[in-house]
Structures are given as C-alpha cells and as structure tokens.
C-alpha cells in the first residue's frame, strides 16, 4: 500500500507527464526540468508503485508504458484534473440560491433599529433556503461562540467588540432625551436642573443596575439625578413613557420611530455617544457567505430610515 503522508504531489504531476509522453526528455522539457531530475523522479515513481511504468522500447527509440503505467494513465489525469478543480475554484455564496443559517448576536436596541430593517426586508435579499437568527448579545461568552461558530455577526456599542474581533463602524449615535407627549413638564427647553429633578428610567444591560452612562456624564459635573426604574432592555422603555410620566435618555434611531407617541429633546449638557458596530471572528473575514451578511447590515445602516 502507498504511505499517502509522504507523497509529492510534484510526483504525480510528472509521471501524468511521463505516461503521456513516454520519453524521459520530452517529460523534462514539458515539466522546465533537468533531464537527470526527472529521471531522478522517475526511479521514486517506480519504487512508490512497485512497477517500472516506463521501460526501454523494443526498438531502441523513447520507451514503453508497462500494463501497470497505462492502466494508470486516466484515472491520474482525472485525479488531476479534480484537484487542480478544488485548488483553483473560488469560493462563493449565491443568496437566492444557497443554503445558509446566520446568527447575529446583539443588543435588544441594536435588533429594533437595525435588525428590524433586516429582518422587513429579509424576503428581497434572500431565497427560502439561507435563515436568519437573532440572539442576545453577552460581551463575557462572546468570545466562546464565536469560537463554537454560533454566531456569524456581533451588532453593538464598541463596548461590545472584542479586541482580537474584525470589525467595522456602521454609524454614530448620540443620546436623547424622551418624555410622552402631553408630559407635565412641558414642551420647552429643557435645563439641568430639571433633568435632574425628573424620575427617570434606567437601561441597564447588565441588570438590575442604577448607575449608568448618563450618570458618569452628571458626576464629572458634580451633579445627580433622580433614577426611579431601572430595566435591563431598551425597547421596555418607549412603551413604558407612552404609558407615564417616567422620561428616559436613549439613543435617538431607538426612539425616532416613536414620535408618535413620544417627545424627543436635546440633552441640557454635553453627553457623548458612541458608535454601533459589526465585529465577526478573523475566520470568517474572507467567507463569502459572511461578507455578504456584513455587507448587507451595513447597507442598512446606511441607508436607514425610520
């Protein structure tokens, strides 16, 4: 039996050219090598099959492929032909026609702005055999599923990006402040004192938390505010405020689809934002399946639109 492990590839690609040519030198100008190389080649090729395949011809002139050399004649050059077939094809990926599961993972705020958009415009981007997967982003197991391949995409903060992830800004997004229309307070400008005096709603995306972003942005300026709830999803919140007197700060594309029932305002102080992301494992950097879900979040982000 042939020990595979060892074997040149280069081997085979000589004796394809051997066989055919029954001639040590024609087979050495067709390979661009020595004559004594291929010959050289030629003595491990009959000591890796056991059989001479090439013997001197009757006549004296080229030489005469053994029973064994011709038999080996067509399936080399079709075992070639496949290989070369599977180094050269360019891997690819067909929406319409493929079949794919994807799983993005993100925040709840992350799923309504963009993956809502996705998700409404999933039937004209994809055929019935690729899916699509929402799960809740966790920045501690994030590593762990992308390494089981769980997960294809993460859309989030830059808070949520692993460090060794590739990744790509999709936009920036700034904070608001959102209170229901009709609100006790008013419509008119609003000020600290009175953004501080309000019970306000708290995201908190760890849980169960009553310090947030807007709260480190209050210390710096020796000032606090009154948080009354605290809940660990975004879209708990604009049906929420619909409903009471409770004012909330969230990200403006969370909110903007909500103008109908709620009212949105500058914040009274200088706040700062952050920018919405898709980070995937380096693996997939060159997966065509992968680019073209990275590619399609981020026409969406684009051209977004509430």
Same mark, same amino acid.
């Given at each position: ?59 004296? *002139? &080229? ?5 064994? #050399?011709? %038999?080996? $004649?067509? !399936?080399?050059? /079709?075992?070639?032909?496949? +290989? ?63 390494? *089981? &391949? ?5 859309? #989030?903060? %830059?808070? $949520?990006? !692993?460090?060794? /992830?590739?990744?790509?800004? +999709? ?136």
């Amino acid at each position: 039996m042939i020990d595979l492990k060892g074997l040149d590839l280069n081997l085979l690609v000589s004796l394809d050219a051997l066989l055919e040519e029954a001639n040590v030198t024609r087979a050495a100008e067709r390979l661009h090598l020595t004559q004594p190389a291929v010959s050289t080649q030629l003595g491990r090729l009959r000591q890796m099959f056991g059989d001479p395949l090439l013997i001197p011809a009757p006549s004296g *002139r &080229g030489m005469t492929r053994t029973v064994r #050399g011709a %038999e080996l $004649m067509a !399936p080399l050059k /079709a075992a070639l032909a496949q +290989l070369e077939a599977v180094v050269l094809k360019q891997p690819s990926f067909d929406p319409r026609a493929d079949t794919r599961r994807f799983s993005i993972a993100g925040s709840d705020q992350a799923v309504a702005v963009l993956g809502f958009q996705l998700m409404r415009t999933w039937p004209e981007r994809a055929g019935p055999n690729v899916q699509l997967a929402f799960v809740t982003a966790a920045q501690s197991t994030s590593v762990e599923r992308f390494e *089981r &391949g769980e997960v294809d995409l993460l859309i #989030g903060s %830059e808070r $949520m990006v !692993p460090e060794w /992830a590739k990744a790509r800004k +999709l936009y920036d997004e700034r904070f608001v402040f959102v209170q229901r229309k009709g609100h006790p307070r008013g419509t008119g400008p609003l000020d600290l004192d009175t953004y501080c005096a309000l019970d306000h709603v708290l995201v908190s995306t760890s849980g169960g938390q009553f310090f947030g972003f807007m709260d480190e942005h209050l210390e710096r300026l020796g000032r606090t505010r009154r948080v009354a709830l605290s809940v660990q999803h975004f879209t708990a919140v604009p049906q929420l405020l619909a409903l009471t007197d409770y004012v909330s700060t969230l990200p403006s594309r969370l909110v903007t689809r909500h103008r109908d029932t709620l009212d949105i305002f500058e914040l009274p102080f200088e706040a700062r934002g952050f920018a919405m992301s898709a980070a995937w494992h380096p693996r997939s950097h060159l997966d065509p399946a992968n680019t073209w879900l990275r590619e399609t979040v981020a026409d969406i982000a684009l051209n977004w639109a509430p």
